[in-house]
């Protein structure tokens, strides 16, 4: 039986093509990615976070998106971006890295903003927003049928804040609120018992379901739970609420750049972060809706709680 033309040393010789093509291309595409990186200018951004922002935020996580972030977006302007992040601690530390250079742009909460000297080549440029809205109001919330209607019902009782990002104007709220009082005392005297909370539902549901006297939350934290579960908007009221404190201010250097023109990239970028998959990645680890142009006037309810809170409590602030 004729069992035809042996194929193999054609199939072979076509496989052996294939492989050489292929292998062509890649070297063409590393080629041309060599050398559109040659063409990349330099671009150097060292950035400066407060601890306070990493506050539940995987830290890994949001170097390793910041990384992405800063290089995609880069090469879409024609840069190679040497990035670093640097966490401080305190005001000093980033006072200290501003005055060496050391940083060039800097991510700070409204609170700790306001007691640092940043100098005038660290001017801020942005504020961080929320579903549109710049700064958030701080609520103290209790059971309806709890019979607790003021913060002085609260005392002893206990009470749990939630302890996210950039909440330190809302803690400074709460202090000065227990400070007023008279007595002097601070929250954890005051209440009895002091407990922190890492998410929405852990400061919220135990008031809800009566295990909790009252908590402290940002009213978007609020808001979403009602969206999970309207009762809880229905069965939870607030007894105390704040003036709305904008979170975080975004400072950029005027001077330390390669050229003008690389400075302004890292402007328009930052104003469009919403708008790019890299960017939206990591305002959703911080839980950033979006950032907008700073006014001096954002930051006063800000200032007026400073000036509130260290009169009471002269130490307190740094």
């Keep these: 039986m004729n069992a035809g033309p042996d194929l193999r040393p054609l199939y072979r010789r076509w496989r052996a093509l294939v492989v050489l093509v ?6 063409m595409h590393g080629a041309a990615a060599e050398t559109q990186e040659d063409n990349l ?10 601890r306070s922002c990493f ?9 390793s998106a910041f990384k992405v972030l800063t290089e995609s977006i880069g090469r879409k302007h024609g840069y190679r971006v040497n990035s670093r ?3 401080f601690d305190t005001t000093a530390e980033i006072e200290s890295a501003v005055k060496a250079g050391a940083v060039n742009l800097i991510i700070i909460d409204s609170w700790k903003y306001l007691a640092c000297d940043l100098g005038a080549d660290m001017p801020p440029r942005f504020v961080t927003a929320e579903q549109g809205e710049i700064g958030k109001p701080y609520l103290i919330l209790t059971h309806r049928k709890s019979g607790f209607a003021t913060l002085n019902d609260l005392r002893g009782k206990g009470l749990t804040l939630l302890e996210v990002a950039n909440t330190n104007a809302g803690k400074a709220w709460l202090d000065t609120l227990v400070r007023k009082q008279g007595d002097g005392t ?12 890492d998410k929405p539902s852990a400061a919220i549901l135990p008031v809800f379901f009566g295990k909790k006297a009252a908590c402290l ?3 978007f934290s609020f808001d979403l739970m009602k969206e999970l579960n309207p009762q809880v908007g229905q069965t939870l009221r607030a007894i105390a609420i704040s003036e709305p404190f904008v979170d975080n201010v975004v400072c950029l250097s005027d001077t330390g750049w390669e ?6 990239t890292v402007l328009n970028a930052l104003a469009e ?6 960017g939206q990645q990591i305002l959703l680890l911080f839980k950033i809706g979006r950032l907008l142009p700073f006014a001096e006037a954002q930051l006063d309810t800000v200032k007026q709680l400073r000036a509130l809170h260290s009169s009471i409590t002269p130490e307190a602030g740094k």
């Excluded at 292929?22 to 070297?27: C, E, P």
């Excluded at 050229?259 to 302004?264: D, L, V």
């Excluded at 972060?273 to 890299?278: E, F, R």
Aim: net charge negative; no cysteine; glycine share 6%.
């Design 41 to 50: 200018l330099p671009l150097t951004l060292n950035v400066g976070f407060i």
């Design 217 to 219: 939350v940002d009213r």
């Design 22 to 27: 292929l292998g062509l291309l890649a070297a």
């Design 186 to 197: 601070t929250p954890a005297d005051f209440f009895g018992a002091l407990d922190f909370a």
């Design 273 to 278: 972060l919403h708008l790019d998959p890299a």
């Design 85 to 87: 992040t640097q966490i």
């Design 259 to 264: 050229t003008p023109a690389a400075k302004a």
């Design 55 to 63: 506050l539940n935020v995987n830290r890994a996580d949001a170097e």
